[in-house]
Antibody, heavy 123, light 111 residues
Framework: QVQLVESGGGVVQPGRSLRLSCVTSGFKFTPYAMHWVRQTPGKGLEWVAIISYDGSSQFYAASVKGRFIISRDDSKNTLYLQMNSLTTDDTGVYYC????????????????WGQGTLVTVSS | QSALTQPASVSGSPGQSITISCIGT?????????VSWYQHYPGKAPKLIIY???KRPSGVSHRFSGSKSGNTASLIISGLQAEDEADYYC???????????FGGGTKLTVL
């Protein structure tokens, strides 16, 4: 069955960096665009970033653009999120999610999600 | 503040129907047929229950349906069951600058 398992969360000081990983299994990773979505305290869900199925394109939410980098390693069926210059506003649960569409342009809705990894930015 | 507006909470008795509204703008819901809805139990992975406004993924109960009119999308849950008690989020594509917007979520309580 399709599984997405995030890791790499933890407690980090403002201004520091953290790298999240999402190991996938149960499906062919290569044809799918992948996303990161976060849930911040007291708020709902917020889309963070997308990487295209072939890794050639990456797009970001305005709140993280220039600080976060999404990447993928198809040989390891793994998605990454490098988070730099973290602020307290980045605190939350980070989910990786699979785009609904394979091969074609992404549909920007998410048919499988992981259970999330908690990132806490605090001094 | 979330880009899409949902009621914070709704409630209903078993067997009843409820509707959760999701109000957007002409830049998101009103421009694209890419509205999706997610069911989320705290601590679990969110689950896609409606996509493209009114389509159900395989395996999702027929009790869940969706609709869209103008800048507003709606999720309808009929024949409420205790297991439907969860948080529900709407989501829409919003163009190649903003990309994706979510609602703030609605907590459904089954009385």
């Amino acid at each position: 069955q399709v599984q997405l398992v995030e890791s790499g969360g933890g407690v980090v000081q403002p201004g520091r960096s953290l790298r999240l990983s999402c190991v996938t299994s149960g499906f062919k990773f290569t044809p799918y665009a992948m996303h990161w979505v976060r849930q911040t305290p007291g708020k709902g869900l917020e889309w963070v970033a997308i990487i295209s199925y072939d890794g050639s394109s990456q797009f970001y939410a305005a709140s993280v653009k220039g600080r976060f980098i999404i990447s993928r390693d198809d040989s390891k069926n793994t998605l990454y999120l490098q988070m730099n210059s973290l602020t307290t506003d980045d605190t939350g649960v980070y989910y990786c999610a699979r785009d609904f569409e394979d091969y074609g342009p992404p549909r920007y809705y998410f048919d499988y999600w992981g259970q999330g990894t908690l990132v806490t930015v605090s001094s | 503040q979330s880009a899409l507006t949902q009621p914070a909470s709704v409630s209903g008795s078993p067997g009843q129907s409820i509707t959760i509204s999701c109000i957007g703008t002409s830049s998101d819901i009103g421009s694209y047929n890419l509205v999706s809805w997610y069911q989320h139990y705290p601590g679990k992975a969110p689950k896609l229950i409606i996509y493209e406004g009114n389509k159900r993924p395989s395996g999702v109960s027929h009790r869940f349906s969706g609709s869209k009119s103008g800048n507003t999308a709606s999720l309808i849950i009929s024949g409420l069951q205790a297991e439907d008690e969860a948080d529900y989020y709407c989501c829409s594509y919003a163009g190649s600058t903003t990309f994706v917007v979510f609602g703030g979520g609605t907590k459904l309580t089954v009385l």
